[in-house]
């Protein structure tokens, strides 16, 4: 990528900057637009929802380098440019996630704005959260309906015209 171009994404000028975070024990994703991809930003977004003594694996992004130094996490990285797996050292996971949403966003609804990008991104860790054998579609939709309840989402707010609550995260709490 060009210098130019290159330093343009990372001060988030030209696209929403999404940071994804995956369990291994439970397999819960969750995931956040943040302002930009600079170490200082991810770091704080790690410290916000990873506990202390965890074990962090990553791919060799700059954002990541001097988690070891805390000595709160143990850190792994995968160089993605010679190898995918070493071990337990993997990004697979939340890699898997990540094609999910592209998918959707890309084919299903075609033109997010990026106001509205935090809303379409709790769907898809919703959505990923509650997949599979262990909920059906229609525990899947009464647990949809049980965080809608109570909640009341005025047109302002869902158009950005007016002072807009955020979000509330779906993928529940760690």
């Avoid at 697979?92 to 379409?120: C, M």
């Amino acid at each position: 990528m060009h210098t130019k171009r290159r330093i343009a994404y990372q001060n988030g000028d030209k696209k929403a900057v999404v940071m994804g975070m995956r369990t291994r024990n439970t397999r819960e994703v969750r995931a956040m637009v943040i302002p930009n991809a600079k170490r200082e930003t991810l770091q704080n977004k790690i410290l916000e929802n990873v506990g202390f003594g965890s074990k962090i694996y990553t791919d060799q992004h700059v954002g990541y380098e001097g988690l070891n130094a805390t000595r709160l996490f143990v850190h792994e990285t995968v160089n993605h440019m010679t190898e995918y797996v070493r071990g337990e050292v993997h990004t697979q996971g939340i890699e898997n996630f990540w094609s999910l949403l592209k998918r959707t966003l890309k084919g299903t609804y075609v033109a997010v704005e990026p106001f509205h990008l935090d809303a379409y991104l709790n769907e898809q860790v919703f959505r990923f959260n509650n997949s599979g054998r262990k909920m059906n579609d229609t525990l899947r939709f009464e647990k949809a309906m049980g965080n809608v309840a109570g909640h009341r989402l005025t047109y302002n707010e869902l158009t950005g015209t007016g002072s807009a609550t955020s979000h509330s995260d779906t993928a529940g709490t760690w």
